[in-house]
């Protein structure tokens, strides 16, 4: 029965005439491995038949014709020995996920813990400090688009949405303001609950947590 080759998907053949060598590369990082290079008898031979056909002027022409046909034959099983000889060199530095099938290099993307791959298992405090990262690079990009009379509130404050209009007059707002440039009233009316003291939302009727019936904003 002919070998299985576990490598064949990600695998590339650097094989040359004179000998064999292969390259295995990780699905998920593309880290690339090479085998050792294998000399090929057969490859020297046929080397040595082409040269002495073209010093001799086609005297050996029929020699080489032969030693290229015996080569498509045993240079095909020499081959596939040296691949599975490479694939058994390899071996250890990769490892197939048995949820994605995937091979992975085991030094960079195996989560040797939970014996997957670092695609379907993660490194938790990998993900959570890049989370964290990625978090604050989004509050310094918002923080860095305010206008600069707007840098003086409070993070709460600069976190709420931006109203176009104000709520007492109608006027357009050229900017988050806290009262109207033009009528002096308030723009954000914080309301709160009488009886829980919860926050409420400006179209809110009744507390949405404990289901008293909302009053009057705050002034």
Do not use: Y
Not at 149 to 171: N, Q, V
């Amino acid at each position: 029965m002919a070998e299985k080759f576990s490598f064949a998907r990600n695998s590339s053949d650097l094989s040359t005439d004179q000998g064999f060598q292969f390259e295995f590369v990780c699905d998920r990082c593309g880290t690339a491995v090479r085998s050792s290079f294998q000399t090929s008898a057969l490859g020297m031979a046929s080397g040595v038949l082409d040269a002495a056909s073209s010093l001799l002027g086609g005297l050996f022409s029929s020699a080489a014709d032969v030693g290229d046909r015996v080569r498509s034959a045993a240079w095909k099983r020499a081959h596939d020995a040296a691949f599975q000889e490479a694939c058994r060199e390899v071996q250890g530095e990769f490892v197939q996920c048995p949820r994605c099938q995937a091979w992975v290099c085991r030094s960079g993307c195996w989560n040797e813990r939970k014996g997957l791959c670092k695609s379907c298992a993660p490194d938790l405090g990998v993900e959570m400090a890049a989370a964290q990262s990625s978090k604050a690079v989004e509050e310094v990009w918002a923080h860095a688009q305010m206008a600069e009379e707007d840098k003086h509130l409070s993070e709460e404050e600069w976190r709420e949405g931006i109203r176009a209009t104000c709520p007492s007059c109608g006027a357009a707002l050229p900017r988050k303001v806290r009262f109207c440039p033009q009528c002096g009233g308030k723009i954000s009316q914080a309301r709160h609950c009488t009886q829980c003291g919860g926050k409420l939302d400006p179209a809110d009727r009744f507390c949405p947590s404990c289901g008293a019936v909302a009053q009057t904003p705050e002034a």
